[in-house]
């Protein structure tokens, strides 16, 4: 038997605490023209351990910032345009490859100029690998927020980024399970990518059925609350069961969940349905729980001074692998830019995998502390950099 | 370093599962004219241990359903027509008397014809009391979803029964103090009525502020995000705070936080986001979650008599105090039993009043089983007689 009793009560005051400070933090942001995101992230930098300690993540936390970020996709997805998703689909291809083998080399790159290289095999050049990886590993959801807040979401480069992201999942699972593999843990690389083709061919042959059954609902009960409804359960049931079962990413579920129903004739209703939900609560969570995730307890010189190369090499490697990649795809300069820029933000994803490395031997926990960086400097400069380019080189 | 691991993505399925049933099984309730939120406690009632047994309640799940009556509640206090509740005040008061002095009465004297009596002041009547006291705590949430999905929740029985119900609560843990206090455990009455007056004078001070703030955010911001979710961040900080720091219940703080924002020009706005963030997630896990605590594992035939003995006299009890009391304060006969019905049904707070009790060593752990039939089978009994009351007597 559990009772909610008064200790946990904690619960009700830490969301008071982020969907407040998130709120004016996110205010000032816009304030001082920078996306509202930024703003919501920096909160959480503030109230967390990082700075003020007032508010420590928690399991309950984690979960709602999840949920969030699950909303976030299958909005993305729901607003996807799908022609410009076909027209894009195999420039998105290039962009995902160049996106995650620039990053790879790098990675590996790096680690092996501060601990030593070893030929191709050894244990070291594993780790190193391992350490490609870690960057390689986009999450686009920072992005979407941002060109949502741009009106951008949609555009040519907005479907562009939000597909090759897709597509980057895929291969860095596949990756991920060969290097480690290698290192003799974790799966076949073959039943991975089996399982990965396997998602994708069932997403798209029950997605014909559950569009069916959605355009019944909506031609016998348009804007009645049971559709909005039914589209969340099928979207979170869709990231429950690409994660659970085909070791695809939670919120590459809801992405395709949403593709799913674009075309539905109340598409814009639950949209703006699950906007509400995710905007009135969960999405604040997940932006101010990305800061909160941050501490500088283990902080110590050499660390530091890896982690900036770490995240220097993070950033700067998806800018090049996927910015040259797009004007290979007769992207303009501008437009590269930005694809590269969006490209470069990293989520939950890294830590996940910093997580197996840890398991598999591969990385010490120090790196926790570097991937952490990465993730919130990507976080902030993303946003604030597709601002400007958005300002500067104007498109769809 | 907590990261959400696959392991934990279970959550998400539970969500899923619960929207999803919920949903459907309040669909099937309208279809046979019963209210929709019955239907979505008998989903709970399904799914969980009690039948099927897919999904069990956790701690995320207890936490979401708090959040969700909260909502709630917060609702029900913005939708007050505060002409009415002054008009109902008084009544109201003779009404909360009458419905926690009546049961309590009722259930110590059904505990002693089960278990022997005892003079006053001995152990035995003491005993007798507390599980008076466990039928004396009104919950009105349940009331509050079957009159709002009615269009009733602002009419005069509407607002008598809510303003009764909040006056209920803190006669109860007045009681409950005394009743702890007397068996040696607990704070002292004189400090738990202390704190109980404080929480209504520094709310209707504060309130006064915090009115003032949303006027001067409604004039310069009116149909913008920040007024709701300000309002949102009211709520769950009044609800903490109140339960935290003056032992009223959480809800009863939501309840507050909504009448002082109600004559907000913009409430509807407010009322509106609010309205989709719970019934889109939030709301169903609350009803679904009163089905889900349900367990019949531990019950035995004598468990099972008495049980029935206490849901019977709990509802009766509550319908004879404030049906009579209503009756005296001049309602008709229609709208006395409306009340009286309104007033049964029992949630969370006779959940936590046992486990205090069972502390305390006033009873044991058998009483949950009963207490928890009294929430499901007031939750849904209510309800159902409301609807039909007020088809056979229409009334605001």
Chains 1, 2 share one sequence.
């Not at 095999?121 to 979407?144: R, W």
């Not at 906007?275 to 902080?299: H, Q």
Request: aromatic content about 10%; glycine content about 10%.
């Amino acid at each position: 038997m559990e009772v909610t009793d008064l200790e946990s009560l904690r619960f009700l005051l830490d969301i008071a605490l982020i969907l407040l400070t998130a709120k004016v933090f996110g205010i000032i942001a816009r304030k001082l023209h920078a996306p509202e995101v930024v703003g919501e992230i920096v909160a959480g930098l503030l109230i967390g351990p990082a700075v003020l300690g007032i508010v420590d993540q928690s399991d309950f936390i984690n979960k709602m910032a999840e949920i969030g970020v699950i909303m976030l996709m299958f909005e993305a997805g729901l607003s996807t345009d799908m022609k410009k998703l076909k027209q894009t689909g195999l420039k998105a291809t290039v962009i995902a490859c160049a996106g995650v083998f620039v990053p790879l080399a790098m990675g590996a790159v790096l680690f092996m100029s501060f601990y030593g290289f070893g030929p191709i095999g050894s244990d070291q050049f594993i780790k190193g690998l391992f350490v490609g990886t870690l960057m390689a590993a986009t999450s686009v959801s920072i992005t979407v927020a941002a060109l949502k807040e741009l009106g951008k979401l949609s555009g040519t480069v907005g479907t562009t980024i939000v597909s090759a992201a897709i597509i980057d999942d895929v291969i860095v699972i596949v990756v991920l399970t060969f290097v480690l593999s290698a290192k003799g843990s974790g799966a076949s690389v073959w039943v991975t990518m089996l399982k990965a083709v396997m998602f994708f061919a069932i997403a798209i042959i029950t997605g014909f059925i559950v569009y069916k059954g959605f355009k019944w609902l909506d031609a016998r009960y348009e804007h009645t609350r049971r559709i909005p409804i039914a589209a969340l359960v099928y979207c979170i049931g869709m990231s429950y069961v690409a994660e659970r079962y085909f070791g695809i990413a939670d919120i590459t579920g809801a992405y395709v969940a949403g593709v799913v129903l674009c075309n539905l004739h109340d598409v814009k209703y639950v949209e703006r349905k699950v906007d509400v939900s995710s905007y009135m609560v969960f999405a604040p969570i997940f932006f101010a729980g990305i800061g909160l995730k941050v501490s500088f307890e283990s902080m110590n010189p050499t660390l530091m001074l890896f982690s900036i190369s770490f995240v220097a090499v993070a950033l700067l490697s998806k800018i090049i692998g996927c910015g040259t990649a797009s004007k290979l795809c007769k992207f303009k300069w501008g437009d590269s830019l930005k694809v590269g820029v969006g490209m470069m933000t990293r989520g939950e994803v890294a830590l996940i995998t910093a997580q197996k490395g840890l398991a598999a031997g591969l990385i010490s926990s120090d790196y926790f502390t570097a991937v952490i960086l990465m993730i919130l400097v990507s976080s902030i400069a993303a946003p604030i950099l597709l601002k400007i380019l958005y300002k500067k080189h104007p498109s769809d």
